[in-house]
């Protein structure tokens, strides 16, 4: 691990950032996913 | 929409340039820092705030779309809502550090609380009013009127008492008492997190939608 806080505290927020990233882009396929299953006539 | 995705680049950027590339400030120093991360998000909050004002106008005042309209101001409101809690959160993360207690009973701490009360209130009662027929009529005067209070709990109230809260970005002398580099970060991290709300306020929407869609079809949700 680094000694420099501020490196720590980046790769903190950075994996939060690429956690709720994943959830909002999966939560986007899905949606487009049940709008394509709806739309359909 | 392509615009919007553009988040999954720009914010890993936006948090390199806060942390490692925007130098320190003279008296603060690493925990300025913040800055990037509490300007934006309260600049988002008011963005959705006005959002949700402006589409409850338009709920009343057009024909067409209404339904539509309704979810689309209450997913605004409940959208700044979240921003307005991180605005605090990360605001009192930063009075600790500069101010040395997390909660001062400052003007602009406060009024932002009262402003959180006056958002809870409206969601608080749009979910009362269900059953109502006027549901989308009520809470959108609620919501215009909350609009109108707005800009007297962040601009106004702040600036008649005095404060210790730093200069805002908008303020009187209308120039922004920052470094080139420490600007430059700040307003790319303001555009990002502006980009990160419409990419949520439009998938919001989406998912209300597909709600009415269900419930047209009778599907029980």
């Given at each position: 691990m680094t000694s420099n806080p501020l490196m720590t505290l980046m790769a903190v927020v950075m994996i939060i950032w690429f956690g709720l990233a994943l959830f909002l882009y999966r939560l986007d396929r899905k949606v487009s996913k049940i709008e394509g299953v709806i739309h359909e006539p | 929409m392509v615009l919007y995705r553009l988040i999954f680049i720009f914010m890993p950027v936006v948090i390199y340039m806060a942390f490692m590339w925007a130098p320190p400030a003279a008296i603060l120093g690493d925990a300025s820092r913040i800055l990037y991360f509490h300007v934006p998000v309260a600049w988002v909050s008011v963005v959705a705030f006005i959002v949700s004002g402006v589409q409850s106008i338009l709920f009343l005042v057009t024909e067409n779309r209404r339904r539509e309209r309704e979810y689309m101001a209450y997913n605004s409101a409940a959208a700044g809502m979240v921003f307005t809690i991180l605005t605090v959160i990360t605001g009192s993360i930063w009075a600790k550090l500069s101010?040395?207690?997390?909660?001062?009973?400052?003007p602009r701490e406060t009024s932002i609380v009262v402003l959180m009360l006056i958002y809870i209130a409206y969601l608080s009662l749009y979910s009362s009013l269900k059953?109502?027929?006027n549901r989308g009529g009520i809470s959108s005067v609620y919501l215009i009127i909350a609009m109108i209070t707005m800009p007297f709990f962040i601009f106004i109230i702040p600036r008649i008492y005095s404060s210790l809260?730093?200069?805002?970005?908008?303020n009187q002398e209308g120039k922004?008492?920052?470094e080139p580099a420490m600007r430059i970060t700040l307003f790319s991290s303001i555009v990002t997190f502006t980009l990160l709300y419409g990419y949520i306020y439009r998938l919001m929407n989406r998912i209300s939608r597909l709600e009415i869609k269900a419930e047209e079809k009778h599907y029980d949700i």
């Open positions: - | 101010w040395g207690s997390y909660w001062n009973w400052d059953e109502h027929p809260h730093p200069d805002t970005i908008i922004i008492h920052l």
